[in-house]
């Protein structure tokens, strides 16, 4: 089903996207802006306990970028999704009685300021590699909807998690312009969330944080 939303919203924006760029290519040209505003959709998988980067679900971002420098240039980036991860098989790792659960969604909001370091940047073409950092919140619940954070017996005897971490995310990827100064951008990367509760486990299981992976398509649109 997310993805069925993810391909129908992409189509959406894609030809939104490609008629704004195609009649402003027409109607006006402009020097490089000074910022976009950008926004798009995503496919976003999870690597934790219960999977590794086996399954993709849509998330949608907005932010603004900036482009005032050559090399260097700034931007936040808010964004919202979810992930699901499922492994009928998990165990605990040791001969805990508490029963991790073997199915979660988790609901995600985030905020980060990224810093692009541009490898090319040309009048049309923007290639980058960028490090950020930022805010996650998230929200496991089980395959009934309910809160895994609330059932204790999922995880050890008093072992509890805030819902919220920092993250230091890293992505690479590429931007096209007309001449006006609108475009088309694709993303990829990481999350490199510091928590290891994605996916409500963590005692019970293997050692290292959960991570996100995502690759994103984005609209620009200039702004003076």
């Known amino acids: 089903m997310g993805l069925f939303i993810y391909f129908t919203a992409m189509k959406r924006l894609l030809f939104i996207s490609c008629l704004t760029i195609f009649i402003s290519y027409h109607t006006a040209q402009a020097q490089a802006p000074g910022k976009w505003l950008h926004t798009g959709v995503s496919l976003v998988s999870y690597k934790g306990d219960l999977s590794t980067y086996d399954g993709y679900s849509a998330a949608f971002h907005a932010g603004i970028q900036f482009n005032n420098k050559k090399r260097l240039n700034g931007g ?5 999704g979810s992930v699901t991860g499922e492994n009928r098989d998990f165990f605990a790792n040791n001969q805990s009685p508490q029963t ?9 909001f985030h905020i980060n300021y990224d810093l692009h370091i541009n490898l090319v940047k040309k009048e049309n ?7 950020g950092v930022g ?4 929200t496991p619940t089980d395959q009934f909807g309910e809160d895994l954070q609330d059932q204790s017996n999922t995880r050890e005897e008093d072992e509890s998690y ?3 971490s920092f993250m230091l995310p890293t992505k690479a990827g ?3 312009f007309l001449p006006n100064g609108y475009g088309l951008g694709l993303e990829a990367g990481f999350f490199n969330t510091m928590t290891d509760y994605l996916d409500n486990i963590s005692a019970l299981g ?3 944080n959960d991570n996100l992976l995502a690759f994103r398509f984005s609209f620009y649109v200039p702004l003076q």
């Open 174 to 176: 590429a931007m096209y």
């Open 206 to 208: 293997e050692d290292g």
């Open 135 to 138: 805010f996650i919140r998230f």
């Open 162 to 164: 805030r819902n919220s």
């Open 125 to 131: 073409f923007i290639a980058y590699l960028s490090q």
């Open 76 to 80: 936040f980036v808010l964004g919202l």
């Open 100 to 108: 991790p659960n073997r199915f979660f969604k988790t609901n995600f």
